[in-house]
Structures are given as C-alpha cells and as structure tokens.
C-alpha cells in the first residue's frame, strides 16, 4: 500500500492545515476540514486515481466539495493553487515550530511580527538572547516552557520513531532484496532490537566477495542515497532520500554472518558483556567469529545460534539484548518464550465515527476480518468529556450499542465487544456512571486533561472502581511532544495487580505507553498487560505489530498478556474483580 500521490496529497493538505492554525481562530474550521482530509486521505484504501476516475471523491466522508476540487486539479496539473498562494502568506518556515509544545500560533506570529523573524534558527536565538523575554506577555514562565519544549521536541529530530524507522528500514531491504547476490539480508542494530527511538539505521548483508562492489553500489545510488558519506569495500554510510536520515550498510562473508550480526546487533553493553564471559572461557569473540585464545583458532561463526551455544548460553533474542540480566538468564537456560504477533487474539481499543475514529463500526470490522486473525475486537469511542476527540454522551452510546448488537447478529456471533474509553475526571471520578458501565464488555479509563499534576491518584481511584478493567496510556506521554505525567508507577502497579486491573501497552508509535521498562516491572508485580493499537483508522490496526515489539523488549510472554486469551479469559479476568470488596481500599 504504497500510493504515492496520496501520500502527497495528505501532506499537502496536512501543510495547508498548518496554515489555517496559524492563521488562528478565523480559520479553525478550515483547520479542522483540512486537518481532516489529510488523515482520511493518508488511511484510504486505495489510490486516489480511482476515486477520481469513478467521480466517487464527493462520497469519502471527510472530503467535501472544495477539497475533492482541489484533489481533481492536484491530479491534472500536479499543484494546488491555494496552496501556492497561501504559502506566501505566512512565514512557512516557521509552522512546523507550532508541534512543539509552548509554539502555538498566536505565539509564533508574534514573534514573526514583532521581531521580523522566518527562521527557526531565529527563533531559538531570540528565545536565548532575551529579545523574546521581552515582549508583552511573554513572562518567565512562558520562556521557560517553551525552552523546555524545544528541549522534549529534540529527541524526535535527532532520533526516530521506531515504527517510523521499521517503515524506512523496511524499504531498504526491499531494494536490496532484489539483488539475486544478496545472500542474507538483516537489520541491525537498535532497530533490530526494536529500541523505541532509533539513531540510525543499520542494515547487515552478506554475499560473495566478488559482488561486494555491486550491492554497494545499489545502496549508494540515487534511489536510496541523497548523500555518501562514506563508501568503502565493506562499509558504506548515506544520507537516505526522503526520510534524509542516515543509514550505515556492512558487507560481511557469508561464513561470517552469524558474529557479524551478533556484534552489529548489539547492543554494546551486551556484546561487552558477552565478550568477557567469552574471555573468562578461553575464547576470543570478535565481528569474525568465536576464537579459541591459545591457538586463536575460529571455532564459530556462521550462525547466531552457534555463537551463543559454544559459549555455553540459550538464544538470546534481539530485543532482549541490553545488558538488563539477560546473559545471567540465558547461562541458566531461562529465557523467557517471548510473546509473538500470531498469539493476538484480539485488539481492545479502537474508535469508530462515534467519536475520533474515522471508519463506521461495520468498516472496522471487514477490514479485521479481512486482514486479521482475531476472534474479538472491542469498540472504545471516547466519553463526553474528551470533547476534542467528539466523545459520546450516554444517548450515543445506547444507540452504539445497538449497532453493534446488530452487526453481532448478522455475523452469527459475538465478534464486536462494547467497550469504552472512559474519562478519567479532574477528581479521580468517571465521566459516566457504574449503572452505565456495568452495561458494556469491557471498559478502558485513560486520563486526557491536568497532564501537569501527579495522577498517580487518579489512576488509582479509577483502578478502584469495580467496572474498570483496563488503565488506556498509563503515562500519558506524547513521544517528542509531552513528557510524562507525574505518576508513582510503583503504587499503580501494586494497584493494578490488587485490584485485577489491567494496564496497557498502547501500540500508536508516538505514544509506546506503557514503555519497555514500566511494562516489565508491571509483569515482574503480576500485573496482566493489554496491547492495543488505540486505531483511529484502518491502518492503524499494524500497529499491533509494534506493541509486540514493546512487550518483547519487556520481556512478556503470551501469558503475561490478556489479549492473546479468548474471550472466556477475559471475562473471567473480568469476575475476579467484581468478587473483590472495595470497602477495604477506600
Ligand atoms: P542507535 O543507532 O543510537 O539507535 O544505536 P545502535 O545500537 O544502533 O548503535 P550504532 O548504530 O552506533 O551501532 C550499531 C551496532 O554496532 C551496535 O548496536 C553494536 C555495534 N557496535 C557499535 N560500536 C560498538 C563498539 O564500540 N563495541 C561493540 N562491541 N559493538 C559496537
Ligand atoms: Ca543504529
Ligand atoms: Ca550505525
Ligand atoms: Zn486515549
């Protein structure tokens, strides 16, 4: 699914958004409508080009007439107009600055004003030097949350999401792929252990010395490469197309491909740990191979699986590879049978148009069947309160309720559970009542408002409540734009096993909530975790893929995760908590 004008359409509306928001709030509502398009666009199933020729653009919900318009002459002179004179009518520069947190449009386009400044460079010096302290209304506080901003937003430009680098990485392999001589073909590195940010990316191949020069020259060649910034025999480093960031190649022997990916997985602590105990055993390890110190005689080196039993350990996989106790496991033959994407039963959170979510409940649930193996999805749409996200109020949800037992008929069973994602109150409370929630499959309570407080007692209060069953973003932080709540894990996590709470790994790859870490100390408590892909459209739903990928790196096994368990499971989780008396908590 790689259609590249819609992908640039989506962008350019996604630009033609920005313009609106910086323009203010005269503009909010082509804001929204452009903001709009743009992720319906992106989600689309299909290439623009046959919504046009069927004259069926009118009939996506989300494009109305002006933008079908403009996707009509987008499609027959390859630019929008409006675009190219709205343009010039805003310092262009500087609108990407509006995603970090502090930058908003009124603040920007006074700085743009009043000091004359286009340039985010400016921006930040003006920001340093004192001349933005100066202006009306922008008090010490303000700067100083707006230098923190700067400072969260630096972690996604100098590092990438990892669904964003999988997604680059992937592309790599694809073109190297096609190389008959290419003999094996990994990714390295943090990507390979799937590491939520990634620094670069690292691709690990090995073939025939005599093709060396031919596959380096497939990964240096425009396609690929904007930049060279090294090219040798064996290694090579470019500054990739599109995404302009770096990509680091290694050609190794084929009879080396087991060290090489060893050492170029890493990650360094773990390999310098390895080596040690390979020291202590009398062998050399090296990028080469296993080597026996007194006769510096290679024992090992094709396979990964080969390096790690002469040196006395069990396999260790990728993703466990950090140096966290992973080596001393793996001596005692106990690593842990890490859970897979096939184990998935089912995907707990997900919206629909009856709040944020931009397919209808009976959309959602072809594009699972079609291209999922699950036994069960549940429905969450946000709650009244979370008014930017459309929540729904109680009438709404009766009227879900129905459609979705009317889509369970038609199916001939039970596939579609009701659910919700709940507010959590400013005080602790719900946003709707027991009697209310008593009624749905399963409730989700996440916290979206007074992200500057400790929530630690909120998210305990609704742990506490009997008709909760899931804690949605535990941290709520927002990867490269808002850092974490305040929250003691330690407490929430004991909450959460007392009260048969599970807490969730959100899978949207900005969000990683919970984080490796967090959810490994909640596993470690016994807590029961939940991957969910929080989907707002239909591609979303791969991000199942990167949840895994995060209770990997924390160690989970199936069990330790709710959703690979049927139904029945579920609801038996669900009990135990109901048999529970609150009295003795509060
Ligand atoms: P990143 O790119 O910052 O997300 O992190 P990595 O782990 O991908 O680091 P990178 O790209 O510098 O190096 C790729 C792999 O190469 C790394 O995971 C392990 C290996 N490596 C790099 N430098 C060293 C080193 O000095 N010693 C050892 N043993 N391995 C190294
Ligand atoms: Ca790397
Ligand atoms: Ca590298
Ligand atoms: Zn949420």
């Known amino acids: 699914m790689s259609f590249e004008k819609n992908k640039k359409l989506a962008r350019i509306f996604y630009e033609m958004s920005t313009i609106y928001k910086y323009k203010g709030a005269a503009e909010r509502f082509r804001f929204l ?133 999988l997604e680059i990485g992937e592309k790599i392999l694809l073109r190297l792929k096609e190389m008959p001589e290419v003999k094996n073909i990994e990714l390295a590195g943090s990507l390979r252990r799937r590491k939520e940010t990634i620094g670069d990316i690292d691709i690990l191949v090995s073939c025939d010395e005599k093709f060396r020069k031919k596959i380096m020259k497939t990964f240096t060649d425009p396609f690929l490469a904007k930049q060279i910034l090294a090219k040798g025999d064996t290694k090579a480093s470019i500054i990739l197309n599109e995404s ?57 080196s094709k396979t990964e699986e080969e390096i790690y039993s002469t040196l006395g350990f069990q396999f260790i996989p990728p993703e466990m590879r950090e140096d966290k106790g992973e080596i001393e496991l793996s001596k005692k033959n106990k690593i842990p049978e890490l859970i897979q994407l096939k184990d998935i039963a089912g995907d707990m959170q997900m919206h629909s148009l009856y709040s944020d979510g931009l397919s209808s409940i009976a959309d959602i649930v072809q594009h699972i069947k079609k291209n999922y193996q699950y036994d069960y999805i549940v429905i969450t749409d946000h709650s009244k309160s979370s008014r930017i996200a459309n929540g729904m109020d109680e009438k709404e949800l009766f009227k879900q309720l129905k459609e979705i037992d009317f889509i369970n008929k038609k199916l001939g069973k039970i596939f579609v559970r009701s659910g919700i994602e709940v507010d959590i109150l400013a005080d602790g409370k719900l946003d ?76 949207q790859p900005d969000r990683m909530d919970l984080n490796d870490a967090f959810a490994k100390f909640a596993i470690d408590t016994g807590v029961k975790l939940v991957i969910n892909t929080d989907s707002h459209s239909l591609k979303d739903f791969n991000y199942m893929k990167l949840g895994v990928d995060i209770a990997r790196r924390a160690w989970c096994t199936k069990d330790n995760i709710l959703n690979t368990k049927p139904w029945t499971e579920i609801e038996k989780f669900k009990s135990s908590k109901a048999k529970i008396s609150f009295n003795v908590i509060s």
Request: with cysteine; charged share 30%.
């Open 244 to 300: 302009e960031r770096q990509a680091d190649l290694r050609i190794v022997n084929e009879d080396e491909w087991g060290s090489a990916l060893v050492y170029f997985t890493g990650s360094k602590e773990h390999n310098i740990h390895l080596r040690t105990i390979a020291k202590e055993k009398g062998y050399k390890i090296s990028e080469y191979g296993v080597f026996k110190i007194e006769n510096k005689k290679r024992i090992v």
């Open 33 to 165: 409508a452009y903001q709009k398009a743009s992720k319906v666009i992106s989600a689309l199933p299909k290439d623009i080009l046959f919504y046009s020729k069927n004259h069926s653009l009118n009939e996506i919900n989300g494009i109305g007439e002006g933008i079908a318009e403009k996707i009509e002459e987008y499609i027959t002179s390859g630019r929008i107009m409006k675009f190219e004179r709205l343009k010039k009518d805003v310092p262009y520069e500087l609108l990407d600055m509006m995603e970090i947190t502090g930058f908003g449009p009124q603040s920007l386009n006074r700085i743009h004003e009043e000091l004359n400044i286009k340039t985010k460079e400016k921006v930040i010096a003006a920001l340093q030097n004192g001349e933005i302290a100066k202006l009306k209304g922008f008090g010490e506080t303000k700067v100083k949350k707006m230098l923190q901003g700067l400072k969260i937003h630096k972690t996604v430009e100098d590092r990438i999401l990892l669904w964003d680098a």
């Open 432 to 507: 709707f009542s027991d009697e209310l929630l008593a009624r749905l499959d399963r409730v989700t309570a996440a916290i979206h408002s007074n992200f500057n407080i400790d929530n630690t007692d909120r998210i305990i209060s609704a742990c506490e409540n009997p008709y909760v069953n899931c804690i949605a973003h535990p941290t709520g932080r927002l990867i490269g734009k808002r850092e974490p709540y305040k929250i003691d894990i330690e407490r929430i996590v004991e909450t959460a096993k007392f009260t048969k709470t599970s807490l969730e790994i959100n899978a």
